[in-house]
C-alpha cells in the first residue's frame, strides 16, 4: 500500500461488479473513501460487505441525468465534498450500422456518454464550488479508435467519451481539475464472460481460447486497470491531463 489516494473521496459510477468493483477495491487499499454506484442494489451491498466501513453503495441508473448527477449529491452529503470520479458504467449490446434500431443507439449513448457527460458536470460544479482541485478518469474502449462492425453505436458514444474527456479537461485546467481515459481493450470480467455467452456463443472454455490467441497470452486484467486508474487519480501522475491513453495490447495503426 502506497496510500496515493489517503483522505480522498472517490466516486465510481459502475463501481458495483467487474472492473468498477476492482477501482473501489484498489481506492480502499490506497487509502480513499469511495462511493460506488449500479443499478441494483444487491452488488453492492456484497461489495461494502467485502470492503469495509470505507465503501458506501448508491442504487442509480447513469442514464438518467437526474440519477447520475444524484450519485454525486450522495457523495457530497455524506462525505462533504468529492475529489475524484470514475466513470466506469458501461454497455456492450451490439449492434451494425444496418441493423441499431434507435432505441439501441439512444440506450448506448444514455449510458456511454450522456452519463458520464452529467456525473462530470456535478463533480466538477463540486469541486469549483469549494475551489479545490480534484480527478476525473473516464472508461473508454479501444474500440473508440474504430471498433467491430458488430459495435457501431458503441463505438459511436465511446468515441464521443473520448473528445468529451478532452474538452472537459482544457476547460477546467486553470481549475487544476484533470481528466484523462482510458481506452481499455478487451478485458477479462464477469461481465464479459456473459457477453461472449450472450452474443458469440462462447463456452465454458472461451477465456483460455482468447488468451492462447493474444500477444500477450492474456486478456486484460482488471487489478492492472486499476492500478492504472488509481495512478491517474492521483497526485502521482502530476500534471497530466486530457490525455487519452489506449491500454491495450493491438497497436492501433500496426500491420503484419
Known amino acids: 500500500m502506497q496510500e496515493l489516494l489517503t483522505d480522498k473521496v472517490v466516486v465510481i459510477v459502475g463501481g458495483t461488479s467487474g472492473l468498477g468493483a476492482g477501482i473501489a477495491a484498489a481506492a480502499v487499499r490506497e487509502g480513499a473513501s469511495v462511493v460506488v ?73 444514455a449510458t456511454n456518454l450522456r452519463g458520464p457527460f452529467f456525473t462530470m458536470q456535478a463533480a466538477i460544479a463540486d469541486m469549483t464550488s469549494r475551489g479545490e482541485p480534484g480527478t476525473i478518469v473516464n472508461i473508454s474502449s479501444i474500440s473508440a479508435r474504430g471498433g467491430q462492425p458488430f459495435l457501431a453505436p458503441y463505438v459511436a458514444a465511446k468515441a464521443g467519451l473520448m473528445g468529451l474527456t478532452k474538452n472537459v ?56 486497470i486499476a492500478d492504472a486508474v488509481v495512478f491517474l487519480l492521483s497526485d502521482r501522475s502530476g500534471v497530466v491531463t486530457g490525455s487519452v491513453i489506449d491500454w491495450d495490447q493491438q497497436v492501433i495503426g500496426g500491420q503484419d
Open 169 to 224: 479537461a482544457h476547460a477546467h485546467k486553470h481549475d487544476r481539475i484533470r481528466v484523462n481515459a482510458l481506452n481499455i481493450g478487451w478485458t477479462e470480467t464477469s461481465g464479459e464472460d456473459e457477453t461472449q455467452r450472450r452474443w458469440h456463443g462462447a463456452g465454458d472454455d472461451w477465456v483460455e481460447q482468447a488468451n492462447a490467441r493474444l500477444p500477450m497470452g492474456k486478456l486484460g486484467q482488471v487489478d492492472e
Open 37 to 109: 454506484t449500479g443499478r441494483r442494489p444487491e452488488p453492492g451491498e456484497a461489495l461494502v460487505d467485502e470492503l469495509g466501513e470505507s465503501v458506501s453503495a448508491v442504487t442509480g441508473n447513469v442514464s438518467d441525468p437526474e440519477q447520475a448527477k444524484g450519485v454525486v449529491a450522495a457523495a457530497s452529503e455524506r462525505y462533504g465534498r468529492i475529489d475524484c470520479l470514475v466513470n466506469c458504467a458501461g454497455l456492450t449490446d451490439r449492434g451494425s450500422i444496418l441493423d441499431t434500431t434507435p432505441e439501441l443507439f439512444d440506450r448506448q449513448v
